[in-house]
């Protein structure tokens, strides 16, 4: 039998403990934020998170400018590689955190290596997150996070949201269970654990945000979400816009990869093809390799109407070595004659004036899972470049009118036959998708914010 006075050691060690422990855990969010008080407003901060690069996350940066634009402050978290959108880092409402980078030891694409490194990848994740969202940032009333990436994200999402009396917004760009089939194959184990893991820890969001229709319908009808569920389409932003003659002919002269093609782009002996990817599997940058092989073919034997072909690709991944060196032998082997092809990467002043300069803009996204839509079409839209994009997924229709702003294509042979369609005749067919395009992009991320994301927030009165 213990003594009492080793009993009461015990419980005094034990009520100091939790104290500590107590003591540690985050601060909770009491009503209006530090930022407020010292501004007298009453908006508060809001916290934006991507486990991504944030640079590359066009979308949560333009929530970020959105929520300063109408009074709110913003704390912007997420990983540092590429350029922030010049309007953040100028913008004192904004409040940039970046998580620390994963260490290049935890970093594989090789499905084998994924299954011993990947746990140890959500373990420094987590602890990065739990730093960042619980002791160096302060309290806040909403927090929005991009999903995809889902794990660990939802699940400290939640348990910061919880101890922090934070209101939690999932922003659903796609499935992360479909994003790591495409890796793993859809019926692994680890898949199916994704998906499950996806639903349980999406039902603690108090509202959620999709970027198509169809994809609230899912989380409605299979994931049977019972909070909001508010379509916010994307939609560009300011910085892309058309531009007139003497815009387009100012930047095609002054741009290192198109000056020395100036003059044949504006006689129309060369059209300016644009495609933004990623590199990755769900952009096979194959079809549009091989659509343009034969494309050059036929511009050299049977349709010698047909002009050549810049095609200047923009983005970052791991496959883009692969394909530069495929690129190279092509050329080689005198493949692509008609077609040149450069990659390059932008400011997004730069990138803005690329798509308002081009004839054509090409999408070669999949959809994971059948119910995103690529953002890359709809800036576009808004520099009024029409786009032909794989098409065989539910959702393509909700953004591409076929024949009125763009075409869809499903196969190498499909985007061929496109490519030889739009620029072999007299430029009809591309001057009516390019008016679609401009019409369609009329409608801007401003609009469609203020109207569902501002009036939950309460930043934007109701009408």
């Known amino acids: 039998m213990f003594s009492s006075d080793i009993w009461l050691a015990l419980a005094l060690s034990f009520s100091t403990a939790v104290s500590i422990i107590l003591l540690l855990l985050p601060a909770s969010y009491r009503g209006k934020d530090d930022?407020?008080?010292?501004?007298?407003?009453?908006?508060?901060?809001?916290?934006?998170?991507?486990?991504?690069?944030?640079?590359?996350?066009p979308r949560m940066q333009y929530h970020a400018l959105s929520i300063a634009k109408n009074g709110g402050h913003v704390d912007l978290i997420g990983y540092q590689d590429s350029e922030l959108h010049p309007g953040i880092p100028s913008n004192s409402s904004i409040t940039v955190h970046y998580i620390p980078p994963i260490p290049d030891y935890l970093r594989t694409h090789s499905t084998k290596f994924f299954l011993l490194f990947g746990p140890l990848k959500v373990f420094f994740q987590l602890w990065s997150l739990w730093v960042v969202l619980g002791y160096r940032t302060k309290p806040a009333k909403w927090l929005i996070v991009q999903n995809p990436p889902s794990i660990p994200t939802l699940f400290i999402a939640q348990i910061i949201c919880f101890l922090r009396n934070t209101r939690l917004i999932i922003d659903w760009h796609n499935f992360g269970y479909s994003i790591l089939a495409l890796k793993l194959g859809h019926?692994?184990?680890?898949?199916?654990?994704?998906?499950?893991?996806?639903?349980?820890?999406?039902?603690?969001?108090?509202?959620?945000?999709?970027?198509?229709?169809?994809?609230?319908?899912?989380?409605?009808?299979?994931?049977?979400?019972?909070?909001?569920?508010?379509?916010?389409?994307?939609?560009?932003?300011?910085?892309f816009q058309p531009l007139d003659m003497a815009?387009?002919?100012?930047?095609?002269?002054?741009?290192?990869?198109?000056?020395?093609?100036?003059?044949?782009?504006?006689?129309?002996?060369?059209?300016?093809?644009?495609?933004?990817?990623?590199?990755?599997?769900?952009?096979?940058?194959?079809?549009?390799?091989?659509?343009?092989?034969?494309?050059?073919?036929?511009?050299?034997?049977?349709?010698?109407?047909?002009?050549?072909?810049?095609?200047?690709?923009?983005?970052?991944?791991?496959?883009?070595?692969?394909?530069?060196?495929?690129?190279?032998?092509?050329?080689?082997?005198?493949?692509?004659?008609?077609?040149?092809?450069?990659?390059?990467?932008?400011?997004?002043?730069?990138?803005?004036?690329?798509?308002?300069?081009?004839?054509?803009?090409?999408?070669?996204?999949?959809?994971?899972?059948?119910?995103?839509?690529?953002?890359?079409?709809?800036?576009?839209?808004?520099?009024?470049?029409?786009?032909?994009?794989?098409?065989?997924?539910?959702?393509?229709?909700?953004?591409?009118?076929?024949?009125v702003n763009g075409r869809g294509f499903g196969s190498a042979?499909?985007?061929?036959?496109?490519?030889?369609?739009?620029?072999?005749?007299?430029?009809?067919?591309?001057?009516?998708?390019?008016?679609?395009?401009?019409?369609?992009?009329?409608?801007r991320w401003d609009d469609e914010w203020d109207l569902i994301a501002g009036r939950l927030l309460g930043l934007c009165r109701q009408n």
Do not use: C
């Open 35 to 57: 930022h407020a008080k010292k501004e007298g407003k009453g908006s508060p901060t809001i916290q934006v998170l991507v486990l991504g690069d944030i640079g590359r996350s």
């Open 187 to 239: 019926r692994h184990p680890l898949v199916r654990i994704s998906h499950l893991y996806e639903r349980v820890f999406s039902r603690s969001a108090i509202a959620h945000f999709t970027v198509t229709d169809v994809m609230a319908r899912i989380l409605r009808q299979e994931y049977h979400l019972t909070t909001p569920i508010l379509p916010l389409h994307d939609r560009p932003a300011s910085h």
């Open 413 to 443: 042979a499909d985007l061929r036959d496109l490519l030889v369609d739009l620029f072999g005749g007299d430029d009809s067919q591309l001057r009516t998708l390019k008016e679609g395009a401009r019409k369609e992009g009329r409608h």
């Open 247 to 403: 815009q387009r002919l100012a930047f095609l002269g002054a741009y290192f990869e198109t000056a020395s093609s100036f003059e044949d782009i504006e006689k129309g002996r060369l059209k300016l093809l644009v495609s933004s990817t990623s590199w990755t599997p769900d952009e096979d940058f194959s079809l549009l390799l091989d659509a343009l092989v034969d494309y050059s073919e036929l511009a050299t034997t049977s349709h010698p109407q047909l002009p050549e072909i810049l095609a200047i690709i923009t983005g970052k991944g791991p496959q883009k070595a692969h394909y530069l060196s495929k690129i190279a032998i092509l050329n080689a082997q005198g493949k692509l004659e008609m077609v040149t092809i450069k990659t390059a990467w932008l400011s997004t002043e730069d990138y803005a004036r690329l798509l308002g300069a081009a004839d054509l803009g090409v999408s070669l996204h999949m959809s994971s899972s059948g119910v995103d839509l690529p953002m890359k079409v709809v800036d576009m839209f808004g520099a009024g470049l029409p786009v032909i994009g794989w098409g065989k997924f539910e959702a393509w229709s909700e953004l591409v009118k076929e024949g």
